[in-house]
């Protein structure tokens, strides 16, 4: 069986129950929301949903994807969260609609010590250790064993 994994997907989701169903979804609503006061200077791998969907169909329907049995990170480009927000934040009216009045609140960055101790007491910023303060860039080369 092959697994596909985005790490960070973005896109509009499916049904309005989704925003609070992965990790993705609830970054985003959080930082349109003006529920995020930090952030942590990491560079994620992020994917649109719809290639996350198109992929999906050709691991099923590719005769060269027929019977293997391997894990794909999907990323079209690395994107730092500083550039998440700040895209967020350019299109928050359209995004939440012209009759929002919310106020955008400044977000700063927190370093990496405090991330380390957040992650012992939030589960979910544990996944981004290992980006802190690093460049990620993905090629397609298979991972050395």
């Not at 994994?5 to 609830?26: D, M, T, W």
């Not at 955008?104 to 910023?125: C, D, H, N, Y």
Request: a positive charge; proline letters at 6%.
């Amino acid at each position: 069986m092959t697994a596909l994994l985005p790490y960070f997907f973005v896109g509009r989701p499916l049904y309005p129950g989704a925003a609070q169903s992965n990790s993705s979804c609830k970054a985003i609503a959080q930082i349109v929301n003006n529920e995020m006061q930090v952030y942590p200077n990491v560079c994620l791998p992020a994917t649109a949903v719809e290639d996350v969907a198109q992929a999906h169909i050709v691991s099923c329907l590719a005769p060269k994807m027929q019977g293997r049995n391997d894990r794909f990170l999907l990323s079209a480009q690395s994107v730092w969260y500083r550039e998440i927000i700040d895209a967020l934040r350019s299109n928050q009216k359209e995004i939440l609609g012209d009759s929002s009045k919310k106020k955008i609140k400044k977000v700063r960055k927190i370093g990496p010590t405090q991330l380390w101790v957040a992650s012992f007491f939030f589960k979910e910023t544990q996944h981004l250790l290992p980006f802190i303060n690093t460049d990620l860039k993905i090629d397609g080369v298979p991972a050395q064993q």
